[in-house]
Structure formats: structure tokens, C-alpha cells
């Protein structure tokens, strides 16, 4: 985190975040006596200003999903240290840590299974206000707005419905609603429109902006969809094996992007026209181990530019100005 | 309302429903609803006192008497009357039947809850608690139990109990193990649920179905176990049990003597109780478990 990436009033700052996961044992590991470990997260720092949105880019299993968990408390870092409005998460509990829960919220990946197939709509909304001890009397009138903040029809049309009558679209706005209904200052949507029909993210994507706009509500936008955050988010953030690699405001990063990783992504993006010249830059293999902590740059295996210095030293996300900031030797 | 994907996630209604469609689960609830229609009005069905010795006309006992008007079942060898000690004996079966399976599921649910969401220490220490009484033999602990302290029923149920929850509580836990990781159950914590909100609001019902499961089977161990404990000679010698009966029947030679009457009605409601308790668990597991039908 340099100060020309610190926003003026910033909400959730971490540094030196990591996660690691004890990873299954082979049997060389058993002779060698040592625990190996898998880093989902290693070593990041973000920082997210009051009422700003920030995309988090990254292929599956980079550490995206993790980190969005680490900074909502949901999981607890290895390493490093979260603040959320300059308080120091790590250590909340009881009433502390139930304000925090009513600030910070997840809109989820998958709206078919983030709801209690138990639980009618009205109890699902109301819930997170139940958990955080608001007071019942207000609890109709807060789900209703948050219902209207998603363009969706009042509770009188819900009546009696379970999650399993809806449509993914309005289960998906559920989800979003009851994030809302605590009216929280930051919410983490970890890929939230995926699991829906190309015709419905439209709505549901532009749902998730205006309440934005018009909350003033800071975001972390966790995907791997290139289009969804130039559409929402103002800065992204570009993840390879739990490093950032690469970070900036969104339209320059993704016009001209600095770190061959970024640029592979950009380029992989499918082009809707058959005679489109496709010159997809070469990245070779797959995702390399993340067992252990490697030495040098993580994409060197699979980078086409990757010289004799990028499997010595590992790159620091260095400053280029105008806000970019890139983790390689040769940018 | 788009009600796309009611065909894939019917409620618990529709569960029920299929439930009713199958034979063997309607012919075990059918057993069930008359065994406790018959222990309710067990006071209006006896004919005699089961513990009443009977006499003829004559003054004589009316020992060994076959089936007749006076004594549908016929009488045992010191004039009892064989059909009023089985409708009497309905009763014990659902006392301890009911009682051992309320506890069963409600003591291996709880310990499953705790250990399958809790994980870590507490899990390894119940589970090895589930494994120690698995190990121990069942009937001979329940004869053991009887023949050390006062026989009594209860001392038939708490043998039960204690040896019957490992087997609910290992299937609660690795139910809870899949639904805590489900969408919902993070759902719960980042909108500030408790532990003891999650485990009890989100998780619990979720499984409850599988608690009724091994409820139904506990009901038939718990009498099959009674009758074997009073069999062997260490049951309640003031309760009457279908256990009783037989034990009786065969400490007096009933077999010898051709006193089908006799034995036989008790053993059959054993028999027919006991599987009930498979009935409803066989047809359960279709509804629980489809995909392990094929």
C-alpha cells in the first residue's frame, strides 16, 4: 500500500494479509518431517476508501474468495493485520464484533444455496436483523426498503414463499436485500452474478450499482470477469497465486495492462467477430503449485518474457504513477 | 413468482408425501398407530387381569385352556389370561419403545451437533466416547446392567440409551459436517448469527429429518431388548411384558405342551414392532437419500 493508492478517507485497510492452509502430506513430507502449507493469500495489502469500489480479478483458486473471507471475519489470517474504519478486527468479540457484522456484509456466489431452503423470504430478510438485535417493531419497514432498494416487490408478494419457488434473478436480489437490510458502509460480492443467465446479470449488476451510488456503499468486487468490473468497479486489482500482480484505476488497467499476466486476461477475452485477427498472448501450462512460498516471481513458469532475474528475486509491487502499481521486473 | 426449481427442492411436505406413496412406510405406520391406539385403551380391550389367576365354574384353575369366547387367547398354565397380558404388554413395549428412542435421538442429535460443528478436541472426545460404546456388547451389558442393580424397565431404557447413541450421533455429525459448509450456515455468521443460533436455527432442522430416522429404528432395538432382558429371566417381574410371556411360556413348558396360543401371539408382536422400526427407515431413506436407490 503506497500513498498514492490510499484513498482520502479509507474503511478497510490490510497489510501483509496472509492465509495458509495445511496442505495434505506426501509421503517424502513424512520423512522430511515438515508440514507443508498451501498460501491462498500471501503477503497482500489493499486498501478500500469509504464509498469506493474496488474489483479483485483473478483465475480460480488465485485467493480471491479468501481474501473477501479475511476481511469480513469470517476466516482468520495467518499473518498480517485488517482494519475496518481504523479498528483493528482481528481481536472483536460479542458486542464489537456484532457491530462490525452489521457494517460489513456478503452478497454470495451462488444465490440457489446461500439461503435456508427452511426459511421463508420474509424470514431470511429479516434474520440478519434478528442475529444483530435490532428491535422487532422496526423489522418490517427495514425489509421493505431494502426490498425496494433491489427492485423488488413489497413482502406482501412474498407471503409464504420459500427460496426454492423463486428465480435465480430475484433469489440473487434477495441475497443483495439482505445484505442491505443491515445497511451496512461495505459489502463484499463475491462473484455475484455467475451463477445467473447472461439475460438477468444485466439487471442484477445495475441493481448492485445504484444502491451503491446511492448508499454511498464501499464494495469489493471478487471475480473473474473482466466485463463486470470495468462496469462497476473504479479500481481493480489483479490477483495470480495469492500476490496482487497488478493494481490501478480499472479503464487504464484494463486498456493498456502492465503486468503479462493482466495481459494474458485482457487478451483472453473472447471478441464477438469471426474474422477478429486473435493474437492471445502465449501463456503456457497451468497454475503452477502453491505449495510453499517459491522463490522469485510466481508467473515465471507460464510468463512469455520471463528472464534469468525473474527466478532469483521475486518483483515488489513497485509505483509507476498515476495510481499503478505492478509486480514485475520488466514493466 | 417463477416456480422453476420447485420440482428440484420439494419441501417438507412434498418429502411427506413421497413418503405416504411407499407400501413398506404406510405398513410400518400402520403398526405403530395400532400398537399405541391398543396401549391406550389397553384399561377397555383386557378382558381379565393379566396378573389374575383365573378359575372355572367348577372352582377349579383354568390352567392351559385353549382358545375360546371366555379367553380369546386362551390362558396360560396358572389360568392367566394370555390376551389380556398381551394387550397389557403393549404397554411396556410403548413405554419403553417411545422413551429409549425419544432419548436416543435427542442425546446422539445433540452430541452429533456439538461434535460435527464444534470439530477440533470435542469431536475427537465424543467420537472416541461413540467408538468406546460401540464396542461394548449389547445385549450382554443390558443383562449385566438388569442383573446388577434392581431389574427395572428403566434400567432396560438407560441400557439402551448409553449403548444405542453412538450410532445417531455418528450420522448427525457427518450430516452437520456437510451442511455447515453450505452457503447459508456463512450466511448466518457474517449477518451476526451466534454459534448457538447457527447450530440450532440453521443447521438442526436440516437434519432433523435423519433424527426421526434413527428414532424408528431405536424403537424396535429398545424392544427387542426388553424382551430379550426379560427373557433371560431379569425383567420387571411387576410388568407384564411380551418378554415376560415368553419367558413364562418357556420356564413352564408351553411348547411341550402344544400352547401355540401362548407364545406364539407375543413373539409375532415382537416381531411385527420391531420391524415396523426398518419399514419406516427403509422408506425414509428413499426420500433422504434418492440417488441411493439406483
Known sequence: MTSAQTPTHPLVTASGLSKRFAAPRRLSDLFNGQRPHIYAVDGIDLCIGKGESVGLLGESGCGKTTTGRLLLKLTEPSAGSIAFDGVAIDTLKGNDLTAFRKRAQLVFQNP??????????????AEPLVNTGVERASHRDKVEKALAQVRLPPLSRFEGLFPHQLSGGQLQRIVLARALVLEPDFIVADEPVSMLDVSVRAGVLNVMREVRATLGLAALYISHDLALVRYVCSTTLVMYLGKIVEQGPTADLLKMPLHPYTRALVNAVPVPRVDQSH????????????????????????????????????PPLRDLGQGRQVACHLA | MAA?????????????????????????????????????????????????????????????????????????????????QLIGGSRIALVVGFTA?????AFGTLIGLLAGYFGGKLDAILMRLADLALAIPFLPFAIVLAGFSRSSTTNVIVAVVLLLWPNTARVIR?????VKE???????????????????VHVAPNILPLTFLYGSVAIGWAILTEAAVS?????????????????????????????????????????????????IARGAEDVLFPKLRS
Open chain 1, 112 to 125: 440457489f444455496d446461500a439461503l435456508n431452503p427452511r426459511f421463508t423470504i420474509e424470514r431470511v430478510l
Open chain 1, 279 to 314: 493474437e492471445a498472448l502465449p501463456i503456457i501450462g497451468n497454475v503452477s503449485d502453491a505449495r510453499g512460498q517459491p522463490r522469485g516471481c510466481r508467473f515465471r513458469d507460464r510468463c512469455p518474457m520471463a528472464v534469468a532475474r525473474c527466478a532469483e528475486e521475486e
Open chain 2, 4 to 84: 422453476g426449481r420447485a420440482g428440484a427442492a420439494p419441501g417438507l411436505t412434498g418429502k411427506l408425501a413421497r413418503l405416504l406413496r411407499d407400501p413398506f412406510t404406510v405398513a410400518g405406520l400402520t403398526i405403530y398407530a395400532v400398537l399405541i391406539i391398543v396401549a391406550v385403551f389397553a384399561d377397555q380391550l383386557m378382558t381379565h387381569d393379566p396378573g389374575e389367576i383365573l378359575f372355572r365354574a367348577n372352582g377349579r384353575v383354568a390352567s392351559n385352556q385353549p382358545p375360546s369366547a371366555a379367553y380369546l387367547l386362551g390362558t396360560t398354565n396358572l389360568g392367566r389370561d394370555v390376551y389380556s
Open chain 2, 101 to 105: 428412542a425419544i432419548c436416543v435421538a
Open chain 2, 174 to 178: 457427518a450430516q452437520v459436517l456437510t
Open chain 2, 182 to 200: 453450505r452457503a447459508y450456515v456463512e450466511a448466518a455468521r457474517v449477518t451476526g448469527a451466534s454459534d448457538a443460533r447457527i447450530l440450532f
Open chain 2, 231 to 279: 427373557f433371560v429371566g431379569f425383567g420387571d417381574a411387576k410388568n407384564i411384558s411380551w418378554g415376560y410371556m415368553l419367558q413364562d411360556a418357556f420356564v413352564s413348558q408351553a411348547l411341550s405342551r402344544g400352547s401355540w396360543h401362548w407364545f406364539v401371539p407375543p413373539g409375532l408382536c415382537i416381531i411385527l414392532v420391531v420391524i415396523a422400526g426398518f419399514f
